[in-house]
């Protein structure tokens, strides 16, 4: 990886290029406890006053929502009536319901934005049209969190929504109507930031008994009408897909997994959300229960596919960050083994004991990877960012083994390539790839070429099924991209692993 | 279909709809895909070798591409090329 | 050796994804269709990217077959004309009802090979029996031809004739797979059966495959990826058969050399029918080992 960087990057600041360690452990102070003496609940416009909320300052949200999100539209609204200018936004993911924000940033409100992912309207016109000055900032799920508590991401004002809350502000996303299940991302901002503010769509009236946000976090507790759309909230994640090409790359990759041996008792487990990672699951459910395997825990993003498998006892335990699906919202309540966890305790980097550290096994997927195994999840192969980094480098880094599944071709599409457009997650961490035409493990990995070939799982260097799959698609033209960086891709560490041009 | 003109394929999913026009001076190929940026210059090259192949000096040709690769591309131009020529 | 030709991935010929899809699931053989499944004003569309696939697509270790339109339709001769040339050495020929019908595919594909400079004879047919009375004529048929390597059946046209329901339990069709299993049988070549429709019903897909095995199918047509594996695994020997066949065979050749004809296993004599079995039962065995396939 040999990527050159400016030294310092305007709307940035001075960049460390990633490999250069810069390991910084300590953690600024939490948020002193809360004492609020007059009531905490307030509307939203005399919350915002009330934090003194100005000019330059830095607000942040979180993505449980997902596409159902409406609280991000409600604060900025307000915030925008007040003409308060130049925020710095900080949300731990931006999707396409937040499209709006273009009007925001055009008219100077936001001049600045973290998160994990970009796309739609918003990203075009960033990436096209320089809607904003400064380069948006992709920090991963772990990296947000030690950003946050390190102090590099001071945070003024944290705005987190919550589906069930009390006039303390103890709060959660198990019950209401808007009910999301974990609420991990925010657990960090809420210990950090200057103040917090929880905005509900169901106060209930004496205190919240399953906390998963203290009031000891809470300055304010606002009461809105809704906080989302239920419908997008809740995305149906019992994708069991019929597909017989995923099924077919499933099958191989669960092969794979049960040949490297890591499928063994109390091996821990985490899956991206994608329909072939949720297939291989299955397949590997069938392994496990003739093998007599309980592993010790599974890990997630969870949907219902690893519900189930908890829920039949093949895990003894599930720790969940982001909660996909309202069946899953209701393991987590009912079930004492299904645990949610911050942020922090699932990723971060300064934090040795990490989820993911503990993790065996990791399976994602990818939309490009090249010859050294780096994965872009950010920009599609057109350049475009559509995309987000998630918790992938983090997993990646964690895991002891990681495979990517994926198919080789998208419509014309190959997914291997020379080099990846926006290194995301770096190669050194990725161990293997499963597609339907061909098998590759990544070099620095010995023990499983050896372990693989004994098992007669039949391998290939990925040199090989790059020119393979170029056979079909042809080779793609060079890409012309231009010379101002709208994008920066830090590592979990919070060094610069890769830029993103305009277009 | 007028005289001349003739079409192959549909747009949808990993195929190409190729219209060609005979009745026209010159050589002109127009590409609207999502994956013009990345194949582009493939896609045209394909148009090329099968006029070439067919003996075609004059013809307009558009190709409406889903994401088919090259050896598509050449079948549906050269389909379209026969029924243009009404064969 | 004979091909392997226990699975047939049967895809429409106009589709190009398939192309490129299809042997990635790793059946025995594709059959790209410019018959049935094309409409009429698509058979020169289909050709011609069937063409340009043979042309420009690597298929491994997949057989390719096509099944070209009837003798009889205006398409069959542009379809050999252009495919053979291309690159394809098996035809399926659909509705076979008289010797006239292979011998004029036969014909043709001398022509055709002698005009493009490909040795004569290595273009292989696939006859398809399709109706009652392709069923009757069966041995004829089979018998038409040198190229001739294996007899199709197809049981939706054979019912539609006869003007019966086809079950899933088929025993309307035992008549008509008998014939056929017993020709393929007496000219040592394959028999392939018709195509399972209910991809939703693995169970009953299954259940045929082992049916029509104890008639003596070892090979049959599929229509969904699904559908390879199950018939792979259906299809492959025990590990029961394939020990007490190697017995046999041991015995047979410790026989050649020592006592000159007279074979007996375990106390029990041995014929030449047994032999023969369990001869096929190795050769199966050993094929799908070397081929590496399921």
């Given at each position: 990886?040999?990527k050159?960087?400016?030294?310092?990057i305007?709307?940035?600041?001075?960049?460390i290029?990633?490999?250069?360690?810069?390991?910084?452990k300590e953690k600024?102070n939490?948020k002193t406890?809360?004492?609020k003496?007059?009531s905490?609940?307030?509307t939203?416009?005399?919350?915002?006053?009330?934090?003194?909320?100005?000019d330059?300052?830095?607000?942040?949200?979180?993505?449980?929502?997902?596409?159902?999100?409406e609280v991000?539209?409600?604060v900025f609204e307000v915030?925008?009536e007040?003409?308060?200018?130049?925020?710095?936004?900080s949300?731990s993911?931006?999707?396409?319901?937040?499209?709006?924000l273009?009007?925001?940033?055009?008219d100077?409100t936001i001049t600045?934005?973290?998160?994990?992912g970009?796309?739609?309207k918003?990203?075009?016109?960033?990436q096209h049209n320089?809607a904003?000055?400064?380069?948006?900032?992709f920090?991963?799920h772990?990296?947000?969190?030690?950003?946050?508590?390190?102090g590099?991401?001071?945070?003024?004002?944290?705005f987190?929504?919550?589906?069930?809350c009390?006039?303390l502000?103890?709060?959660?996303?198990k019950?209401?109507?808007?009910?999301?299940?974990?609420?991990g991302y925010?657990?960090?901002?809420?210990?950090?930031a200057?103040?917090s503010v929880?905005?509900?769509?169901?106060?209930v009236d004496d205190?919240v008994?399953?906390?998963s946000?203290s009031?000891?976090?809470?300055?304010?507790?606002?009461?809105?009408?809704?906080?989302?759309n239920?419908?997008?909230?809740?995305?149906?994640?019992?994708?069991n897909?019929n597909n017989p090409?995923?099924l077919l790359?499933a099958?191989?990759?669960?092969?794979?997994?049960?040949?490297?041996?890591?499928?063994?008792?109390?091996?821990?487990?985490?899956?991206?959300?994608?329909?072939i990672?949720?297939?291989v699951c299955?397949?590997l459910?069938e392994?496990?229960?003739?093998?007599?395997?309980t592993?010790?825990?599974a890990?997630?993003?969870?949907?219902?596919?690893?519900v189930?498998?908890?829920?039949?006892?093949?895990?003894?335990?599930l720790y969940d960050v982001?909660?996909f699906?309202s069946?899953?919202?209701?393991?987590l309540?009912?079930?004492?083994q299904h645990?949610?966890?911050?942020?922090?305790?699932?990723?971060?980097?300064?934090?040795e004991?990490?989820?993911?550290?503990?993790l065996?096994?990791?399976?994602l997927s990818?939309?490009?990877?090249d010859?050294n195994?780096?994965?872009?999840s950010?920009?599609?192969s057109?350049g475009v960012?559509m995309?987000?980094l998630?918790g992938a480098p983090?997993?990646t880094?964690?895991?002891?083994?990681s495979?990517i599944?994926a198919p080789?071709i998208?419509?014309?599409?190959?997914?291997?390539?020379d080099?990846?457009?926006?290194?995301c997650t770096?190669?050194?961490n990725?161990?293997?790839l499963?597609t339907?035409?061909g098998i590759?493990?990544?070099p620095?990995?010995?023990?499983?070429?050896k372990?693989?070939?004994?098992?007669?799982?039949?391998?290939?260097?990925?040199?090989?099924?790059?020119?393979?799959?170029?056979?079909?698609t042809?080779?793609?033209?060079?890409?012309?991209?231009g010379d101002?960086?709208?994008?920066i891709?830090?590592y979990r560490?919070?060094?610069?692993?890769?830029?993103?041009?305009?277009? | 279909?007028?005289r001349?003109?003739g079409f192959?394929?549909?747009v949808r999913?990993?195929?190409?709809?190729v219209?060609?026009?005979?009745?026209?001076?010159g050589?002109e190929i127009?590409?609207?895909?999502k994956f013009?940026?990345?194949f582009?210059?493939?896609m045209?090259k394909?148009?090329?070798?099968?006029?070439?192949e067919?003996?075609?000096?004059?013809a307009k040709?558009?190709v409406e591409d889903e994401?088919?690769?090259?050896f598509?591309?050449?079948?549906?131009?050269?389909?379209?090329?026969r029924?243009?020529r009404?064969? | 050796?004979e091909?392997?030709?226990?699975?047939m991935?049967?895809?429409?010929?106009?589709?190009?994804?398939l192309?490129?899809?299809a042997?990635c699931?790793?059946?025995?053989?594709?059959?790209?269709?410019l018959e049935d499944?094309?409409?009429l004003?698509e058979k020169?569309?289909?050709?011609?990217?069937?063409?340009?696939?043979m042309?420009?697509?690597d298929f491994?270790?997949v057989?390719?077959?096509?099944?070209?339109?009837?003798?009889?339709?205006p398409?069959f001769?542009?379809?050999?004309?252009?495919i053979?040339?291309a690159?394809?050495?098996?035809?399926?020929?659909?509705m076979?009802?008289?010797v006239?019908?292979?011998k004029r595919?036969d014909?043709?594909?001398?022509?055709?090979?002698d005009i493009?400079?490909i040795?004569?004879?290595?273009?292989?047919?696939q006859v398809?029996?399709?109706?009652?009375?392709g069923?009757?004529r069966?041995?004829?048929?089979a018998g038409a031809s040198?190229?001739?390597?294996?007899?199709?059946?197809?049981?939706?046209?054979?019912?539609?004739?006869l003007?019966?329901?086809r079950?899933?339990k088929?025993?309307?069709?035992?008549?008509?797979r008998?014939?056929?299993?017993?020709?393929?049988s007496?000219?040592?070549?394959?028999?392939?059966?018709?195509v399972?429709?209910?991809i939703?019903?693995?169970?009953?897909?299954i259940?045929e495959?082992k049916?029509t095995?104890?008639?003596?199918?070892?090979s049959k047509s599929?229509?969904h990826p699904?559908?390879?594996?199950l018939?792979?695994?259906?299809?492959?020997?025990?590990?029961e058969?394939?020990?007490?066949a190697?017995?046999?065979?041991?015995?047979?050749?410790?026989?050649?050399v020592?006592?000159?004809g007279?074979?007996?296993?375990?106390?029990?004599?041995?014929?030449v029918p047994?032999?023969?079995k369990?001869?096929k039962?190795m050769d199966l065995?050993?094929?799908?080992k070397?081929n590496?396939?399921?």
């Amino acid at each position: 990886m040999d990527k050159i960087f400016p030294e310092y990057i305007e709307g940035y600041g001075k960049v460390i290029p990633y490999g250069t360690n810069i390991a910084r452990k300590e953690k600024i102070n939490e948020k002193t406890k809360v004492l609020k003496q007059t009531s905490k609940v307030m509307t939203l416009e005399e919350a915002i006053i009330d934090t003194g909320l100005t000019d330059g300052m830095t607000i942040s949200f979180h993505h449980h929502l997902r596409n159902g999100d409406e609280v991000m539209k409600l604060v900025f609204e307000v915030i925008h009536e007040l003409g308060i200018k130049d925020l710095t936004l900080s949300s731990s993911s931006i999707s396409k319901a937040h499209d709006y924000l273009l009007e925001y940033l055009r008219d100077g409100t936001i001049t600045k934005i973290y998160t994990s992912g970009f796309r739609g309207k918003l990203a075009y016109e960033v990436q096209h049209n320089f809607a904003l000055k400064a380069p948006v900032i992709f920090m991963t799920h772990g990296g947000r969190a030690r950003a946050i508590e390190e102090g590099s991401l001071k945070i003024d004002v944290a705005f987190i929504g919550a589906s069930c809350c009390d006039k303390l502000g103890n709060l959660n996303g198990k019950y209401g109507k808007s009910a999301f299940g974990a609420i991990g991302y925010p657990m960090v901002d809420a210990k950090y930031a200057k103040q917090s503010v929880a905005i509900t769509d169901y106060l209930v009236d004496d205190m919240v008994e399953d906390i998963s946000i203290s009031k000891d976090y809470i300055d304010y507790v606002v009461v809105v009408d809704k906080i989302g759309n239920p419908d997008l909230i809740a995305t149906d994640s019992t994708r069991n897909t019929n597909n017989p090409m995923d099924l077919l790359i499933a099958r191989k990759a669960a092969e794979v997994l049960i040949a490297s041996g890591y499928i063994a008792e109390n091996f821990s487990f985490q899956a991206g959300s994608g329909t072939i990672s949720l297939s291989v699951c299955q397949f590997l459910k069938e392994y496990m229960i003739s093998e007599n395997i309980t592993g010790e825990f599974a890990a997630g993003g969870v949907t219902s596919n690893l519900v189930q498998l908890f829920e039949e006892g093949l895990f003894r335990k599930l720790y969940d960050v982001q909660t996909f699906g309202s069946d899953v919202v209701s393991s987590l309540i009912k079930n004492e083994q299904h645990v949610e966890m911050s942020a922090d305790t699932y990723a971060s980097p300064s934090n040795e004991e990490c989820i993911v550290n503990k993790l065996d096994v990791m399976i994602l997927s990818a939309t490009e990877i090249d010859v050294n195994f780096n994965i872009n999840s950010v920009t599609g192969s057109n350049g475009v960012m559509m995309g987000a980094l998630g918790g992938a480098p983090d997993t990646t880094a964690g895991a002891k083994l990681s495979i990517i599944v994926a198919p080789s071709i998208r419509k014309r599409i190959p997914i291997v390539v020379d080099q990846v457009r926006t290194i995301c997650t770096p190669g050194k961490n990725v161990d293997i790839l499963v597609t339907e035409r061909g098998i590759s493990v990544n070099p620095n990995r010995t023990d499983l070429i050896k372990i693989l070939s004994e098992k007669g799982i039949p391998i290939m260097p990925i040199s090989k099924l790059k020119d393979a799959i170029h056979q079909l698609t042809g080779v793609p033209d060079e890409l012309e991209t231009g010379d101002n960086i709208v994008g920066i891709i830090e590592y979990r560490d919070g060094s610069v692993i890769d830029v993103i041009y305009d277009l | 279909m007028a005289r001349l003109q003739g079409f192959c394929g549909q747009v949808r999913k990993c195929d190409v709809k190729v219209s060609v026009d005979l009745d026209v001076d010159g050589i002109e190929i127009e590409i609207i895909s999502k994956f013009d940026k990345m194949f582009k210059t493939h896609m045209e090259k394909a148009v090329r070798d099968v006029l070439s192949e067919e003996g075609v000096l004059d013809a307009k040709v558009v190709v409406e591409d889903e994401g088919a690769l090259d050896f598509a591309i050449r079948a549906r131009t050269r389909t379209a090329i026969r029924r243009s020529r009404g064969v | 050796m004979e091909k392997i030709m226990r699975s047939m991935l049967f895809c429409p010929g106009n589709n190009p994804k398939l192309y490129y899809t299809a042997p990635c699931y790793e059946p025995d053989c594709i059959i790209f269709d410019l018959e049935d499944s094309i409409e009429l004003s698509e058979k020169d569309a289909a050709r011609d990217l069937l063409v340009e696939g043979m042309k420009s697509l690597d298929f491994g270790k997949v057989e390719i077959f096509v099944r070209v339109n009837a003798v009889t339709t205006p398409f069959f001769e542009e379809d050999i004309k252009a495919i053979v040339p291309a690159g394809v050495r098996n035809i399926r020929l659909p509705m076979c009802q008289s010797v006239l019908d292979v011998k004029r595919l036969d014909e043709l594909l001398s022509a055709t090979e002698d005009i493009h400079n490909i040795e004569r004879g290595s273009t292989k047919i696939q006859v398809g029996i399709e109706t009652p009375k392709g069923v009757l004529r069966t041995e004829d048929i089979a018998g038409a031809s040198d190229r001739v390597i294996g007899i199709s059946f197809g049981a939706e046209d054979y019912t539609a004739s006869l003007g019966i329901d086809r079950t899933k339990k088929g025993k309307e069709l035992l008549f008509a797979r008998s014939m056929i299993v017993n020709v393929a049988s007496m000219y040592g070549i394959t028999a392939t059966d018709t195509v399972w429709a209910d991809i939703n019903d693995s169970i009953g897909f299954i259940d045929e495959v082992k049916r029509t095995k104890a008639l003596g199918f070892n090979s049959k047509s599929c229509i969904h990826p699904s559908q390879i594996e199950l018939l792979h695994d259906a299809l492959r020997p025990t590990q029961e058969q394939v020990g007490k066949a190697r017995i046999i065979l041991d015995a047979v050749v410790k026989a050649d050399v020592e006592k000159g004809g007279v074979i007996s296993v375990n106390g029990k004599m041995v014929d030449v029918p047994v032999i023969t079995k369990a001869r096929k039962v190795m050769d199966l065995y050993e094929k799908v080992k070397k081929n590496n396939h399921g």
